[in-house]
């Protein structure tokens, strides 16, 4: 009897762990798959995420454990702080010290993600410009000879007193070199930073925050936040400032540049997300992670007519690629290839028994898909040399550049052949969405007003008579703890109604698509009256995709460039715009968060914020670091309530820009035109 | 919708394209590839294409590179769902039918080389009422107005109103309001310009209702002219396509007026229009596009009704017009000007050889006179009879406190225009030679002789308010009072001219700038002294004068000449100050009287330009009305294109006709002896100062020995013709030092 209870209650707890699909998710076909997932026992994030309670201390951000004197856990008093704060470790660090240099350390490895991806794409750039390998070409130039003047490199020589266009070869080698030297410099800093507005570059030099390379900022912080170094949190975030424009400014705004020189800038195109874009009678092939280096190739492989007759031959119609996550992104915005799911459906993807092969290559990659594909016939590839997976039955094709075709060739030959493996029943969601994906700086610039007119001239002017009352990036990932992609879609809905121009990038931008709001209808349906007649007016969504996140670089690029068309604003932080994490999860968009702040962005983020533990410090980044850059941190749980809170500061600035009023048509006489200026 | 507009404007870009890509074929089956092609008379080749481009179309070879530029240029079409982005392919199609559109008509100009009249008026009794390109003079001497602020904009017309009488009522609203009219396209055969003929009015550059042509495809004349403004005035590089299409947007108050049903051709031609920023109002119910961003307000507004088009259309486009509201049974304002009262249309007239006509002004003691009374001494209109001549004095007082004796003469001398400006009146001449011409019309409408002086009195107070209180107007019609009048009026004249002859540099301390044409030629500023007057030929010291008592803070700002630091070339220190200032530092110093060294700036609206001319050891001046070919190699409107916009080019300077006669002219290069060529007309022109300065000078035939278009137009032509003269200039020292 007493074993029965046991087994009875052990099955009890175990039911209690599973989480409730319709709470999990607000996507139908993710819903479908927790379901499946749950009936054929396989265990999935969102059961994890009901099973395992966040640890209570971390989430504040007060547990130190830099030393092997702690961990050292600095809960915050249950009715507050009252009187001085007493707080303190074994050495004595405050609460503040501790909740700064954990808040540093995920600053230091987002910023270490985004660059170090960055690095990646540079090195397969500089054996592009020598030659070395021939699968990567120089499909851009004109995106090569913009962005070589910021690296100081020529694209004119002089000849016999003339000047002559120079060779493309010289000028890629040459970039490419100063391109990767920005990682390890030993002197000045950063090349990318005077893109940004004059204003900002002074307020950054003016408090000494400027990134002398990528790589060191990452040490700096390592060092700065071990045992007894920094132990003053406002000095710790001014190097939480550096280090992320070593990320936005740097790593990452490289990554995107160099990979469109190579892979070619996104132009905006029709393409579809959710599950079930895979096909039953089709080779799946599921691409996921970062870097788009190795699914570049994959694209190339899989739409060669070589592949697609391989796998006629072993009775699929075709291959269907899809992407998870941030290198989905990049092949959505360079090849429309269409998304299968944000980050937390990538385990989902497996289970609809369909995948035939799943590669992965860095960040946000789950280990337990490896426990997932172990009970389908999905072969799990890993392909970076730094992330390999303990399981035995992951597959590790490792990725060099220099033979790039064929390790792509060889990939997905082995999904084609592990087509007729498929066992068991499949079961592919019939839901996904049609989504315009692929907008970019330059293709933006183009469509607001084609060849000859193209120019952020024509958003200025629609922010200034309030048809668009600001700009919001909505950018980031899922997270397990909050019900998956609400967050994101809430909050677009809600700033979209209110006229407020949405921006996104990573998952927030698959979850858009995903949700249909990437699709021009959208405006009629959702948007307020100025921004849909905007949006009808130009022919866009009134959200905008603007790729990976490693291409928020993009962002902070589109920012400057209303900047320099022309308006009442000098700088960043006088702009309308704002941004958010409604569901953050990683790193990597902390440091994105910092950046933005440092840049003089207002940015708010979802969920938790690890720094609750710390109201001194907190309040430091919610107030007192405005007074720097403008641009400042804040918090909510609330979708709704965020994107109100974003509408607010919008509202600020453009009261302080004397544009919160109507604009009154301003008819012009002879006197008037003789005082414009040359 | 604005997709529905893109759809549409697309599809129009593609057939249009396509059709122009066949007649090209078509062409270069029947010509030779290098078989010149061109709009007469312009240094501009196709001016569309030459300014965004940068591309010179000569031959007709040449035309290919434009048009695959054009076929590149066109978009996907529209998708019904989940379209992308339409509006920068929407620009852009409309952009590659323009380029279409201009290169048919060059095909035009080369298959049907009479197909347009090259003049600036219709020519009834031939049928020829389509002027098609305005050549180079016209485009000068019609943009210094658009200048100087005395047009203020133009609406492109296309297709036809419902009838008549509503076309003559847009039109004539337009009018009233000093814009341009420029005409194009036809809706089912029936155009704006037919119904105006129909109705009775006018049509010719002269009543600035221009009839470009009967199709679409001629509404691109209309965008040429706007770009050469800006190449020519603004001195915008050709194939900086960005600056001249925002030039146009901020600049050139231009808008498209769309009467009947738009098809897709239509529409590629607004969609094209739009990059200028020149809005489309339509009186049809066709998708608006209303934000803002390309145009400065609108950019398609549809369903306008007849009667609001013109008030829509102007607010639209953000331009503030004004409409001189004066009690007179006529219509009045600039654009009746030009109007012609022909032989058929006289009522009755004065002067012209048949009688005394004088304009007589003169200044008044406050007392002395009664504000707004308007006298007629003399039989009035009615007691004329059809087709009589009558003797007639204008004679104008004006009192004010600020009013000097010197204003005399400026007031005096706006008679002219001003009478021109009632419709349905002419007015020639000036002083005692004036010529009014009264038509049949305006006397049905109930003209009398009265309403002249109402207009001056009006028009006086309304223009220069700030240095009169008073004016009183009588009109003698009598000849023994005629007589009288003009005998005082000679006694003043000649006072008048004494002075003005007499004044020197050395006699004042300051001179004035004069940006008046800042609004089109923004880096130019032109310095205006007693013996120097404005390039443009319409300002002289006295003018600018004038114009600082009346505005001082206007474009008019006096200059103390300060120290003078080269009499015989005329530098002086404040005006290099100023230029300094006003120029942003990029001209540092100019002479007054050298056109070889450091010579004045020159902006597109000059009345001439000299040039030297080493060979002859002398130098030559072109008047912009000349055309033809001159001993430096270049045209008038080439010299111009070099020239204009603000730069200081030694051997070359940029002035009025006036200027050629006065006493300091190019003194520090060997003064008027210098001159060795002339075009005729300018030469015939001036031939009566001509003749008295060579006198003065000490050659009284130098008139003849001024070689001229009939000579020769190369320096080799016209040497042998100078050395049998035996031309002052060839004895001078070197030109070039």
């Known amino acids: ?678 | 919708m604005s997709r529905l507009v893109a759809f549409a404007a697309i599809q129009g870009g593609y057939n249009i394209v396509s059709k122009v890509e066949g007649k090209y074929k078509r062409a270069l089956q029947t010509y030779n590839a290098d078989t010149k092609v061109g709009f007469p008379n312009t240094a501009y080749y196709l001016p569309v294409i030459y300014s965004l481009l940068g591309i010179k179309v000569e031959k007709l070879e040449d035309m290919q590179k434009p048009l695959a530029f054009a076929r590149k240029l066109l978009p996907p079409h529209v998708k019904g769902q989940n379209h992308l982005p339409y509006l920068g392919p929407l620009l852009d199609a409309g952009m590659a039918a323009l380029f279409a559109f201009e290169i048919e008509e060059a095909l035009r100009y080369l298959e049907e080389p009479n197909f347009y009249l090259p003049a600036e008026e219709v020519d009834e009794e031939a049928g020829k009422i389509w002027l098609g390109a305005a050549d180079d003079t016209i485009m000068r001497k019609r943009g210094v107005e658009f200048v100087d602020g005395s047009a203020p904009g133009f609406a492109a017309i296309v297709g036809s109103a419902p009838d008549a009488a509503t076309a003559k009522l847009i039109v004539e609203e337009y009018q009233r309001r000093s814009l341009y009219i420029f005409c194009a396209a036809n809706q089912n055969g029936t155009t704006v310009i037919d119904q105006l003929r129909e109705a009775g009015v006018q049509v010719g550059w002269n009543t600035r209702i221009v009839p470009f042509g009967p199709d679409i495809s001629s509404a691109i004349f209309a965008l040429g002219f706007a770009n050469r403004a800006a190449m020519a005035f603004g001195g915008v590089q050709p194939g900086d396509y960005k600056k001249i299409l925002k030039y146009n947007k901020d600049r050139i108050f231009a808008f498209v007026n769309a009467l009947g049903d738009v098809n897709a051709e239509w529409a590629a031609a607004a969609a094209g229009a739009i990059n200028w920023g020149f809005p489309t109002i339509a009186d049809t119910d066709i998708p608006e596009v209303l934000p803002t961003g390309i145009c400065t307000y609108e950019h398609v507004v549809a369903n306008v009704k007849h009667e609001e088009m013109v008030q829509k259309s102007v607010e639209v486009r953000g331009l503030k017009t004004t409409v001189s509201k004066i009690d007179i049974p006529c219509a009045f304002g600039p654009a009746f000007e030009g109007e012609r009262v022909r032989g058929a249309d006289l009522y009755c007239q004065a002067g012209g050889g048949k009688t005394q006509c004088t304009e007589y002004l003169k200044m008044a003691a406050m007392s002395e006179i009664e504000d707004g009374k308007v006298t007629i001494v003399g039989p009035d209109i009615k007691d004329i009879k059809e087709g009589g001549a009558f003797p007639l004095a204008i004679f104008m007082q004006v009192a004010g406190r600020e009013f000097q004796e010197d204003f005399e003469p400026i007031l005096e001398r706006q008679t002219h225009h001003l009478i021109n400006y009632i419709q349905g009146i002419m007015h020639m001449g000036q002083r005692d030679i004036a010529w009014v011409r009264i038509s049949k019309q305006a006397v049905e409408k109930g003209f009398t002789l009265k309403d002249i002086g109402v207009v001056l009195h009006a028009k006086f107070h309304k223009d220069f308010g700030k240095i009169l209180d008073k004016v009183q107007v009588t009109l003698y019609t009598k000849k023994e009072d005629v007589d009288k009048i003009t005998a005082q009026a000679r006694a003043a004249y000649k006072h008048r001219d004494e002075r003005v002859e007499n004044m020197t540099d050395e006699d004042v301390q300051t001179y004035y700038s004069c940006t008046l044409c800042q609004s089109f030629a923004p880096t130019h500023v032109c310095t205006v002294s007693p013996e120097r007057t404005g390039l443009c030929g319409a300002y002289n010291w006295m003018d600018c004068k004038a114009s600082f008592e009346i505005n001082p803070t206007g474009p008019n700002q006096p200059i103390e000449k300060g120290e003078v630091l080269d009499a015989k070339m005329g530098t002086f220190a404040g005006v290099n100050e100023f230029i300094k200032k006003a120029s942003r530092g990029a001209i540092e110093t100019y002479n007054f009287y050298s056109m070889v060294v450091n010579p004045m700036t020159t902006c597109g609206c000059c009345e001439a330009i000299a040039a030297m001319l080493p060979a002859c050891n002398g130098v030559m001046t072109v008047n912009r009305e000349y055309a033809g070919d001159t001993p430096c190699g270049m045209k008038f409107t080439t010299l111009a294109g070099v020239m204009g916009g603000g730069a200081s080019s030694p051997g070359f300077v940029g002035h009025s006709k006036f200027n050629i006669t006065q006493k300091k002219f190019i003194n520090g290069d060997g003064g008027l002896l210098r001159m060795v060529w002339m075009p005729k007309i300018l030469k015939e022109e001036i031939k009566e100062r001509l003749i008295k300065r060579g006198k003065e000078l000490g050659v009284p035939n130098f008139y003849d020995m001024i070689a001229d278009e009939t000579v020769g137009v190369t320096e080799e032509a016209i040497l042998p013709f100078l050395q049998e003269k035996g031309h002052p200039a060839l004895s001078m020292p070197p030109i070039v030092g």
């Not at chain 1, 999990?24 to 396989?42: C, F, P």
């Not at chain 1, 030099?205 to 002398?212: D, I, L």
């Not at chain 1, 072993?314 to 944000?342: M, S, Y």
């Not at chain 1, 979209?496 to 959208?522: F, Q, R, S, Y």
């Open chain 1, 1 to 678: 009897m007493a074993e029965i209870t046991k087994v009875k209650e052990a099955a009890e707890e175990k039911a209690a762990k599973l989480a409730d699909p319709k709470e999990a998710s607000i996507d139908v076909a993710t819903q479908q798959m927790i379901a499946r997932a749950q009936k054929l026992g396989i265990d999935t994030v969102f059961d994890r995420a009901a099973a395992m309670k966040p640890c209570n201390i971390g989430i504040q951000g007060i547990c130190c454990k830099n030393c092997a004197m702690g961990p050292c856990r600095l809960p915050l008093p249950k009715a507050g702080i009252v009187g001085e704060d007493t707080r303190k470790g074994l050495c004595g660090a405050t609460a503040n010290t501790i909740a700064a240099r954990n808040f540093a350390r995920m600053v230091a490895a987002g910023a270490a993600a985004h660059s170090d991806h960055g690095r990646t794409v540079a090195e397969v750039f500089l054996s592009v410009a020598r030659k070395e390998t021939h699968d990567y070409k120089i499909k851009d130039v004109d995106k090569l000879l913009a962005i070589a003047p910021h690296f100081g490199v020529e694209t004119t020589v002089n000849a016999d007193g003339a000047v002559k266009d120079r060779n493309i070869d010289e000028i890629a080698l040459e970039v490419a070199e100063k391109a990767l030297a920005e990682w390890g410099k030993a002197e000045g800093t950063l090349t990318y930073l005077k893109r940004a507005p004059q204003p900002l570059q002074e307020k950054w030099k003016k408090f000494g925050v400027q990134p002398r390379n990528i790589d060191r900022e990452v040490v700096d912080i390592m060092h700065r936040t071990h045992m007894g170094v920094d132990q003053d949190y406002k000095n710790i975030v001014k190097q939480c400032s550096r280090a992320s424009l070593a990320d936005g400014w740097g790593g990452s705004m490289i990554a995107t540049d160099l990979q469109d020189v190579m892979f070619g800038r996104p132009t905006p195109l029709q393409s579809e997300a959710n599950l079930g874009i895979m096909k039953q009678d089709h080779v799946n092939i599921i691409i996921h992670g970062h870097e788009p280096v190795l699914s570049e190739m994959i694209v190339a492989a899989a739409q060669s007519k070589e592949m697609v007759d391989y796998a006629k031959t072993k009775g699929a119609k075709g291959i269907q690629l899809g992407g998870i996550c941030c290198t989905g992104n990049e092949i959505l915005q360079r090849h429309g290839v269409p998304p299968a799911g944000t980050f937390l459906q990538q385990e989902l993807a497996i289970v609809t028994g369909a995948c035939d092969a799943m590669v992965v290559d860095v960040q946000c990659v789950f280990q337990n898909l490896a426990n997932v594909a172990k009970c389908f016939h999905t072969k799990l590839i890993t392909t970076h040399p730094m992330a390999k997976m303990e399981q035995d039955n992951v597959i590790h094709i490792e990725f060099d550049e220099h033979h790039a075709l064929d390790d792509a060739k060889r990939i997905v030959t082995m999904a084609i052949d592990n087509f007729q493996n498929r066992k068991g029943e499949v079961m592919i969601p019939n839901i996904k969405s049609t989504q315009i994906a692929g907008f970019g700086v330059e293709s933006i610039e183009y469509h607001l007003g084609g060849t000859f007119r193209g120019s952020y001239y024509t958003l200025n002017d629609n922010i200034i008579n309030g048809r668009i009352r600001g700009l919001a990036g909505v950018v980031g990932c899922n997270n397990a703890r909050s019900k998956h992609n609400n967050a994101h879609i809430e909050m677009m809905k809600e700033l979209i109604k209110n006229d407020v121009l949405v921006l996104t990038t990573g998952c927030g931008g698959i979850a858009a698509g995903m949700h249909g709001l990437l699709t021009p209808e959208t405006a009629g349906v959702y948007c307020g009256p100025g921004l849909k007649e905007v949006c009808e007016t130009v022919g866009i969504p009134p959200v905008l995709h603007l790729g990976s996140c490693v291409d928020n670089s993009r962002i902070l690029l589109a920012a400057t460039e209303v900047i320099k068309a022309g308006g009442p604003w000098k700088d960043l932080s006088d702009i309308p715009a704002v941004g958010a994490a409604p569901e953050w999860m990683s790193e990597k968009a902390i440091a994105i968060g910092q950046y933005f702040v440092t840049s003089g962005v207002y940015v708010i983020f979802g969920g938790n914020l690890p720094v609750t533990g710390a109201p001194v410090f907190q309040n430091y980044l919610f107030k007192g670091i405005a007074e720097l850059y403008g641009g400042r941190w804040d918090f909510c749980e609330d979708p709704v309530e965020m994107a109100r809170r974003m509408i607010a500061v919008i509202d600020q600035k453009r009261k302080a820009l004397g544009i919160d009023k109507a604009r009154d048509r301003v008819l012009m006489d002879m006197a008037d035109r003789q005082k414009l200026e040359a």
